[in-house]
């Protein structure tokens, strides 16, 4: 855990010093793939130096009790995700929670926190078997008042949605093929 957090401080130090980012170009494709180059690069360059040091640096070898882990972690869900397929899986979410963040906060700035709060459950799963109803009568609104607001809702989470990954793209004739993206490294595809 703490090897990953020094390479990845120690990844962010080299970008800035040597001014990496300047080197992004927009035509050259999306910033998410420079950055994973460049630290795929990065960690490539570790690797070599840790393997050209002398293995062990003079410490005796610790005996490895491979029954044990074995054991423990055979029972463990297998997670064949490559960490390209991780990287772009955090990067989904990470895109949905700023979307949903920032529709969060229009909402509280419009006082209507509680609606929020009851209808953002609605932003996924099937329309057919939304509790409308259910909500409604927690609302202590109409049923089609309901479902306009939950319309409204999905709505502005699709406009926002559009707009966060515009702002990462040099035209914004690739958002619906960037949108696609998401969608397919969400499903695991």
């Known amino acids: 855990m703490h090897d990953a957090q020094d390479l990845t401080q120690a990844f962010f130090a080299r970008l800035l010093e ?7 170009k927009q035509e050259r494709g999306r910033f998410r793939t420079f950055l994973l180059t460049a630290m795929s690069r990065f960690l490539s360059d570790e690797w070599d130096k840790l393997r050209a040091q002398k293995r062990g640096g003079g410490i005796p070898p610790l005996p490895l009790q491979l029954d044990t882990g074995e054991t423990r972690y055979g029972n463990e869900p297998a997670d064949n995700s490559t960490p390209e397929q991780y990287f772009e899986r955090r990067w989904a979410l990470t895109l949905l929670d700023t979307v ?4 969060r906060n229009e909402y ?12 953002h459950p609605t932003l996924v799963g099937d329309r ?10 927690g609302l202590d609104m109409q049923e089609g008042a309901v479902k306009v607001a939950v319309h409204r809702l999905r709505k502005r989470y699709r406009q926002l949605l559009r707009e966060e990954i515009g702002g990462t793209m040099a035209e ?6 960037e949108l696609r993206h ?6 695991g595809n």
Do not use: C, M, N, T
């Open 128 to 137: 057919e078997l939304q509790p409308y109803a259910k909500l409604a009568a």
């Open 100 to 103: 949903l963040h920032r529709l």
């Open 108 to 119: 509280e700035r419009e006082g209507k926190r509680v609606l929020f709060a009851a209808l």
């Open 18 to 24: 040597r001014h990496w980012v300047g080197d992004a």
């Open 182 to 187: 998401l969608f397919a490294v969400l499903a």
């Open 172 to 177: 914004s004739e690739d958002i619906d093929e």
